[in-house]
Nanobody
Framework: QVQLVESGGGLVQAGGSLRLSCAPS????????MGWFRQAPGKEREFVAT????????YYADSVKDRFTISRGNVKNTVYLQMISLKPEDTAVYYC?????????????????WGQGTQVIVSS
C-alpha cells in the first residue's frame, strides 16, 4: 500500500522556522514530481511548492516565495519543505503529495497520492 507520511509540524512563533519531511512507503517516488499543499481552517486547500522528478526544477506560490524551500533528499526519496520567517497566516495543515510523472504541477487534482497532513501553527 502506498503511503506518504509527513512529519515536522508543530507550534512556532512568528519569524521562526520549521522543516517538514515527507517520506514515502510502499513504493518509490524517486523520479516523480512531488508537491506541498496546505489548508487553513475554513479555507480551501492551496498550493505551496512543487519539485520536479529530477529535483532540478521548483515552483512556489507567491505567498511563500523566498521563505520556503522544497528539496529532495537522498534517503528513501524523502521530500522536505524548509520554512523560514513564518507568519501567522502560514498556519495550516500541510500535505505532501506525489504525481506519477516527472513534471511538477501546482494543480492539486494532478496529484495521485496524498499524505495525511501535519499541523503547523504560527503564533503572533
Amino acid at each position: 500500500q502506498v503511503q506518504l507520511v509527513e512529519s515536522g509540524g508543530g507550534l512556532v512563533q512568528a519569524g521562526g522556522s520549521l522543516r517538514l519531511s515527507c517520506a514515502p512507503s510502499g513504493r518509490t517516488f524517486g523520479t516523480y514530481a512531488m508537491g506541498w499543499f496546505r489548508q487553513a481552517p475554513g479555507k480551501e486547500r492551496e498550493f505551496v511548492a512543487t519539485i520536479s522528478g529530477s529535483g532540478s526544477l521548483t515552483y512556489y506560490a507567491d505567498s511563500v516565495k523566498d521563505r520556503f524551500t522544497i528539496s529532495r533528499g537522498n534517503v528513501k526519496n524523502t521530500v522536505y519543505l524548509q520554512m523560514i520567517s513564518l507568519k501567522p497566516e502560514d498556519t495550516a495543515v500541510y500535505y505532501c503529495a506525489a504525481r506519477t510523472t516527472r513534471d511538477y504541477s501546482n494543480y492539486a487534482p494532478e496529484y495521485a497520492y496524498w499524505g495525511q497532513g501535519t499541523q503547523v501553527i504560527v503564533s503572533s
